[in-house]
């Protein structure tokens, strides 16, 4: 049997991956063209098919039977072909957004919420919150709908969903709205899945509200349309393990700490143990800039700093990486962000007394330079910081963060 997913760049899907672990079957990426749609219809051999931007709408006219689900929303994302030659539509978008904000811990009831975007996917998030029971559902959008200009009037919302493509890679960091004035915020959804947390829910997390990324939203619609596919049973079971594999394997690990501290060392241990791709920021550097040593002599410290952010800002669009970090990156509040976006970020620690100094320009000078460094960056290592871990003993360090690492992948 062939299966596969329908839209116009597919190139960085992780639809393969996800129905690679859902069941035993082919799935193809059919990449196709507007004017070709009807050719990829009166041709194709599939057996079923999931649909994606732009076409959710596109393929309507070739079902000879859509779902009560699928018409209330008005597109299809998953399509069967049944024995008898006609294609089935419904829509699993439903579903795994339904299951996303239920695993969050989103409640929807009674709520205001906004919703960013008025496009095919947008019609899906308007149907599950209105069925969820939100009090109030406002549609933003460019054309056809509340301007963007009027969020001010609605500073009231606890509920906001992103379902535009606004922030994803590779123009990670973009968003459509700012938080500030939002006091009643309770949770923000997003249904962008590259980066892991786009700028809008990075903004969200310091609110301290509740946020989810589109992952879980993912997995969850292919996991349901391989109910239609194949017959799945027992759906909800197979959700959480492929999520957390996943997640496991894309998140990068990020270190972070002084001059001296064994990131290196560490991040390298954690890549030969994971079978990952390890980066050293300074490494990235001095292979484009040359000696950071000599380039903080020749050219000071902010413009070292504006090199390193730059290098941090490209790495950290990257998945599936453990990164170590230089000792001062943290004195950057906007590195956060970009390493945030798709890491876990471990604070390594160690006794000054036991840091060495030799070869390093801004801790050269022992132990009192050491106290004074460590002092000014202390609260930017917490500020940044997911974990922090003494590093007394390699395999111990290790086996902490992987242990942690991988129970954080889980929840």
């Known amino acids: ?238 959700i959480a393990p492929i999520l957390a594999k996943m997640r496991a394997d894309d998140e990068n690990i990020v270190l972070i700490g002084m001059p001296g501290v064994g990131k290196t060392t560490i991040g390298e241990a954690l890549a030969a143990k994971l079978g990952r791709s390890f980066v050293d920021i300074d490494s990235a550097i001095e292979e484009k800039y040359g000696s950071v040593p000599d380039y903080i002599n020749n050219h000071g410290v902010d413009a070292f700093r504006a090199v390193e952010s730059e290098t941090i800002a490209e790495i950290g669009k990257q998945h599936g990486l453990v990164i170590a970090t230089g000792g001062g990156s943290p004195t950057i509040p906007a590195n956060k962000d970009l390493l945030r976006q798709n890491g876990c970020i471990y604070w390594l620690t160690r006794a000054l007394e036991d840091l060495p100094t030799d070869g390093r320009p801004l801790s050269a000078g022992g132990i009192e330079t050491l106290r004074r460094l460590f002092d000014e960056r202390k609260s930017c290592y917490a500020d940044f910081a997911d974990v922090t871990i003494a590093n007394d003993d390699v395999d111990t360090t290790v086996s902490q963060i992987l242990e942690d690492f991988h129970e954080a992948m889980h929840h």
């Open 1 to 238: 049997m062939s299966f596969g997913l329908l839209g116009r760049t597919l190139g960085h899907s992780f639809s393969p991956q996800i129905h690679a672990q859902i069941a035993d079957y082919d799935y193809h990426l059919y990449e196709v063209e507007p004017e070709d749609i009807p050719a990829f219809f009166a041709e194709g051999d599939w057996q079923g098919i999931n649909v994606t931007i732009p076409y959710k709408e596109t393929v309507l006219p070739y079902c000879d039977e859509v779902s009560e689900q699928a018409r209330r929303i008005g597109c299809v994302n998953t399509l069967v072909r049944r024995a008898d030659g006609t294609l089935f539509g419904t829509n699993t978008d439903y579903d795994g957004l339904a299951y996303a904000l239920d695993s969050a811990g989103i409640k929807i009831a009674g709520k205001k919420c906004l919703v960013l975007g008025n496009g095919a996917t947008s019609k899906t998030v308007t149907t599950v919150l209105s069925d969820k029971g939100a009090r109030e559902i406002v549609v933003f959008g460019r054309h056809d709908a509340v301007p963007y200009s009027d969020i001010p009037l609605h500073h009231d919302a606890e509920v906001i969903v992103n379902a535009t493509p606004v922030g994803m890679y590779p123009n990670n960091g973009a968003r459509l709205i700012d938080l500030d004035g939002f006091a009643h915020l309770e949770a923000c959804f997003d249904v962008i899945y590259n980066p892991h947390r786009s700028q809008f829910l990075l903004d969200a997390e310091r609110r301290g509200v509740i946020t989810c990324d589109g992952l879980p939203m993912l997995v969850a619609q292919a996991v349901y349309a391989a109910v239609h596919f194949i017959g799945l049973a027992d759906p909800a079971e197979k």
